[in-house]
Structure formats: C-alpha cells, structure tokens
C-alpha cells in the first residue's frame, strides 16, 4: 500500500532492530563516544544537580549559548539548596538572554520541591523524576541516565531522527504510531551499562555526523546496522507530518516616561513571558490594524493612572519564536501637567537604566526597547 507521499505503507509490524544488531550498535556507539565525544563543562559532571542545569539549559538552546552560560548560572546558584532558597526573580534575572523562562520558572519550582520533599536529593529514577515541573519524558530519561546510571533512554528530536533512521521508520515520528515505535526501540537500545555514556553518544553523533540535511553517513559508526543508509534513503528520514505555521499575535505597547525612567510592568507568572517585566501591553490575537481604544485606554489606566494620552507610533517589529509570529507595535504615551502619581504596586515601576540590565526581561522586549530607543535617539538627532 501507497500513501499520499509516495511512502510505503507499514501494513506489518512496525520496524525493529534485531537484538544482535542493537547489541553491536551499543558496543560502536560507546567505542566511538570514547574518542570523538564533544568537551563540554558539564561533562564528566557527578553532580545530579549540575547536570541536571545542563540539560535544562540545553532544551531549546544552542550548546554553544548553553556553555557560555552554565559557569555564571552555577557560580550564581552552586547547589540545588541555593537554587531552592533564591527568590524567583534572581533565578528569571540570570537565565536572560537563554529564552523560554518557563524552563527556568520550572527549575525553580522543582528545586523547591525537592528541596522540601526528597531531602534535597533529585529522586534517581525515570518516573520519580517525570512527577517533578519541568521534567518530560526526555529530561527524565536524560537526567537518570547520566546523573544515576539508570538504564532510561532520553529521547529528543535529534535522537528521533537518528532512531528513525536506524530502523527506516516510514511512519511519521510525530504520528502517535511513529511516537510509540520510536520510544519503543529507544528503550530496547539504551544498554544496561554506562546508559548514560550511550544516551550522550546518542546525541553527539546526531550533532556532528547524523546531520538533519546531510547525514555523514561515511563517518558513522553504526553505518552498517542503519536501514536507512543502506537503502540510500537517509536524507528522506525522519518522515514528519506537514508542520502548521506559527500562530500570529500581536502586542500593541506604550511607551511612558518620567524623566530618565520608563514605565515597565510585570507579566502574570502563566503563559509566553511569564513573571517577566516589559513596556504595558495589550496582547491580541491576529494582525488586527490597530488597539481596541476602550481596552488601551483600560490598559493605560491600570498601568499609569489618570492623565495620560496614547500618541504617536514610535515602534513596530516583529519576533518568531518557535509556534508564534509577534508584531509588537509601541505608541507613546504622554501625560499631561497635572499628572503626579502613577498607581503603585508590585508589579509595576518606574525603570531606570540600571533596572533594565538587572530585571528579568524578554529578549524579545530587550529588542523592543532598543527600536524604541534608537528612534528616539534619531528623533533627537534631527533636531539639530
Ligand atoms: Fe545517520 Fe547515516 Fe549513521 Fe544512519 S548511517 S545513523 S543515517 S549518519
């Protein structure tokens, strides 16, 4: 049978590698780890703490960012009790420029628990750990394997691509069917010795040989046990459905000052930019053309008092982040003489320059504040 991609449909059981095949697999995969494995500094790590910041760092983070930030994060917080007794805003203030700040809310909230109910040891097995914030499937497996030498596979999308490949798997790997067959044969491969060692191989090669476009398939280790590569049809696995385009939303933003200072607020701690400061925002989904003018006016009184106009637009751009399309569109907003008092709370300041190195702030708002200050810069400029 024939899909619609011109694949083969898997009618029989799902692919398998055969138990010899997966044995002399482990035997390569560690052999080559040996002499080819990457220099990391959380590598030959025993700290279950610390490697367990290294794989959190490493989700959806480029390893070299990830290296040039575990020393500071770890000098900052050097034990998981350090971590646990940190308030939160510390822990969002040194993770910047990393993204993604619910991984670092979550390492939080876990340390916490940790610290309070496993005696501030990280529980060493795979399903200890999953009922911990933060941990999935991969984390789990990751943080088992090499921190407690427990057999657990730790499957992320590079070591999907590698298994996919390993076995030619037709089926879709974000199919459910697809999912369950690689997680079984992840789970078959990982070896009962050095798991870790293997997991890590694992994602080293498909760093630097098991390449997403262009597999190097003369330099893999495992080349002759890989179904794909001896069929030719590498560079055509993994199979993936089509992906859907990233959802579009837009922040219309205002853009107060008080002498030197500019008005930030905080976002709720749940959802995109969670617990982080920026400029007050009324967040909508779509391009619409412009603001509600009853919710901006409602935003602008929340967020600055009485008194205060919406001007001129000062700033518009766009960020991708991995499922959303952001337009942030900034207007200047204006306060008449009479204005005195903005409200106070905790969740809203009058931000000097020095407060917006120190807070915890998006990269993406960090770039909204520099359009905005580079206008001003030239609005300035063309005054004389
Ligand atoms: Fe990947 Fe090629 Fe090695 Fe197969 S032989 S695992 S496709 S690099």
Known sequence: MVNQRGQKKQTSSPPALAPEARRRIRAKLLKWYGTEKRAFPWRGEKDP??????????????????????????????????LADAPLEAVLAEWQGLGYYSR???????????????????????????A??????????????????????????????????LIDLNEPVDSAAGKKIIELEAEALVPP?????????????????CLPRAPRCHACPIAKHCAAALRGAAALRPVKTKKKPPREI???????????????????????FGGMWELPGLMVEGRPEGPDKRSLAALRRSALGAGWKTGEEIARLVRTLTHRKIL???????????TKKTPTSEDALWAQ?????ALPISTAQ????????EEEAEGQGNLF
């Open 353 to 357: 320059d020095a407060d917006l190195v």
């Open 104 to 130: 670092a809310r979550n390492l939080h909230r876990a340390a916490r628990i940790v610290a309070e109910h496993h005696g501030g040891k990280l529980p060493r097995d795979k399903k200890s750990l999953r």
């Open 250 to 272: 837009t922040i219309f933003q205002l853009w107060a000052e008080n002498g030197k200072t500019v008005r930030l607020v905080r976002r709720e701690e749940n959802g995109l």
């Open 132 to 165: 911990l914030p933060g941990f999935g499937p991969y984390m789990a497996g990751a943080v088992s394997s090499i921190a407690f030498g427990e057999r657990a596979s730790a499957v992320d999308g590079n070591a999907v691509r590698v298994l996919s490949r």
């Open 193 to 209: 010795s050095r798991p870790g060692d293997f997991n890590q191989a694992l994602m080293d090669l498909s760093a630097g040989v």
């Open 49 to 82: 703490y610390r490697i367990w910041v290294s794989e959190v760092m490493l989700q959806q983070t480029r390893t070299d960012t990830a290296q040039g930030r575990y020393p500071a994060f770890l000098s900052r917080f050097p034990t998981l009790a350090a």
């Open 328 to 338: 942030f569109v900034v207007y200047r907003a204006t306060a008449d003489n009479n």
């Open 366 to 373: 960090r770039a909204v504040i520099d359009a905005v200050r």
